[in-house]
């Protein structure tokens, strides 16, 4: 399943999910203390998704985040140094400290914007695709979205849109069970959200979201596709996030979802799957595993540093979060 991905690839991806767990880990402390006191939506445990999605995008493409938002941004190739700054709210994030967790918006790495209203960036996305067609541009754009966002009816009339224009853009379901805190089948009446795509005439696919080279796979045909004039897919990635709805509790105490289903998602932990596979084929090695993990630790520390002694915005100053254009 991986002959066709090359070294380079796999060892990239590998650091992407490594740098996106540490830096959401190193998170706890500072959100637990206070030091960070805007809402914060971890990504634990759904690496492999936006890795194996962005793998496959350049800058020109653009992806539109959702409330949990960090995985997609480090993913596009987003600064940690700006992004520990924007969770503290200071001027030098990447939001100039005005957005917080929920609203990152980093338009030099093709990640314009996230946003906190379930399925909001959905018809933006299509939107920016519809933009790209019409300007003949060789670029496709990206809806990340929870399996909440299909309990909104603007999520309908994107994928119904998108299939009529044959619009190069992806819609990618982070399906991990819940939304907010309720269980999917208490939400949907038809819990195969790969399956919707059936009435709009769109391919619809439903992927292990633990598998980054499944993900990147199967991502690459749909953004193949996309380019190629063939229009839009929708790509149901199942996943599970290890910690709450929103903050670092595991949320256990609500008596929403159980330790044993807890456990047996950790067990299928994307990261760890991933690093057997590359030590099987020794595309990995345990020295470069030790190396690659003290220079994300590294990296992550001074973005600590640097985000603690940046300054806050001025309260004067409307600011602007930046330009940018199609």
């Given at each position: 399943?991986?002959?066709?991905?090359?070294?380079?690839?796999?060892?990239?991806?590998?650091?992407?999910?490594?740098?996106?767990?540490?830096?959401?880990?190193?998170?706890?402390?500072?959100?637990?203390?206070?030091?960070?006191?805007?809402?914060?939506?971890?990504?634990?445990?759904?690496?492999?998704?936006?890795?194996?999605?962005?793998?496959?995008?350049?800058?020109?493409?653009?992806?539109?985040?959702?409330?949990?938002?960090?995985?997609?941004?480090?993913?596009?190739?987003?600064?940690?140094?700006?992004?520990?700054?924007?969770?503290?709210?200071?001027?030098?994030?990447?939001?100039?400290?005005?957005?917080?967790?929920?609203?990152?918006?980093?338009?030099d790495v093709g990640l314009p914007g996230s946003s906190a209203i379930v399925a909001g960036t959905i018809p933006l996305a299509v939107g920016s695709a519809l933009a790209f067609s019409m300007r003949k541009k060789d670029a496709?754009?990206?809806?990340?979205?929870?399996?909440?966002?299909?309990?909104?009816?603007?999520?309908?009339?994107?994928?119904?849109?998108?299939?009529?224009?044959?619009?190069?853009?992806?819609?990618?379901?982070?399906?991990?069970?819940?939304?907010?805190?309720?269980?999917?089948?208490?939400?949907?009446?038809?819990?195969?959200?790969?399956?919707?795509?059936?009435?709009?005439?769109?391919?619809?696919?439903?992927?292990?979201?633990?598998?980054?080279?499944?993900?990147?796979?199967?991502?690459?045909?749909?953004?193949?596709?996309?380019?190629?004039?063939?229009?839009?897919?929708?790509?149901?990635?199942?996943?599970?996030?290890?910690?709450?709805?929103?903050?670092?509790?595991?949320?256990?105490?609500?008596?929403?979802?159980?330790?044993?289903?807890?456990?047996?998602?950790?067990?299928?932990?994307?990261?760890?799957?991933?690093?057997?596979?590359?030590?099987?084929?020794?595309?990995?090695?345990?020295?470069?595993?030790?190396?690659?993990?003290?220079?994300?630790?590294?990296?992550?520390e001074e973005a600590l540093t640097f985000a603690k002694d940046s300054p806050y915005p001025d309260p004067d100053d409307s600011g602007t979060l930046g330009v940018f254009k199609t």
């Amino acid at each position: 399943m991986a002959e066709n991905i090359s070294s380079d690839i796999l060892l990239e991806m590998y650091e992407t999910m490594i740098r996106i767990r540490k830096f959401e880990e190193s998170l706890i402390e500072p959100l637990t203390s206070n030091e960070i006191v805007c809402p914060v939506h971890l990504y634990i445990g759904q690496e492999a998704v936006a890795t194996g999605v962005c793998a496959n995008l350049a800058i020109e493409d653009w992806a539109f985040s959702t409330h949990r938002s960090h995985g997609h941004y480090i993913a596009k190739g987003g600064d940690l140094k700006a992004l520990m700054a924007e969770l503290y709210g200071k001027v030098t994030g990447c939001s100039k400290g005005r957005g917080g967790s929920m609203h990152l918006s980093s338009p030099d790495v093709g990640l314009p914007g996230s946003s906190a209203i379930v399925a909001g960036t959905i018809p933006l996305a299509v939107g920016s695709a519809l933009a790209f067609s019409m300007r003949k541009k060789d670029a496709v754009s990206v809806a990340f979205f929870g399996d909440g966002a299909l309990g909104e009816g603007t999520s309908y009339e994107a994928l119904n849109f998108a299939a009529l224009r044959k619009l190069p853009v992806i819609f990618v379901c982070e399906n991990n069970l819940y939304s907010t805190h309720m269980p999917i089948s208490l939400c949907l009446a038809d819990v195969d959200i790969y399956n919707k795509a059936e009435v709009f005439n769109l391919p619809g696919i439903r992927v292990d979201g633990n598998n980054v080279i499944e993900v990147y796979n199967v991502a690459r045909k749909a953004i193949e596709d996309a380019r190629n004039g063939k229009g839009p897919s929708l790509l149901e990635c199942m996943t599970y996030r290890w910690r709450g709805h929103v903050g670092p509790s595991e949320d256990l105490d609500k008596g929403l979802r159980s330790k044993k289903e807890l456990e047996y998602w950790m067990n299928r932990c994307p990261i760890k799957i991933f690093e057997e596979f590359l030590f099987k084929h020794s595309i990995l090695s345990e020295p470069e595993k030790i190396q690659i993990y003290e220079d994300i630790e590294r990296e992550i520390e001074e973005a600590l540093t640097f985000a603690k002694d940046s300054p806050y915005p001025d309260p004067d100053d409307s600011g602007t979060l930046g330009v940018f254009k199609t």
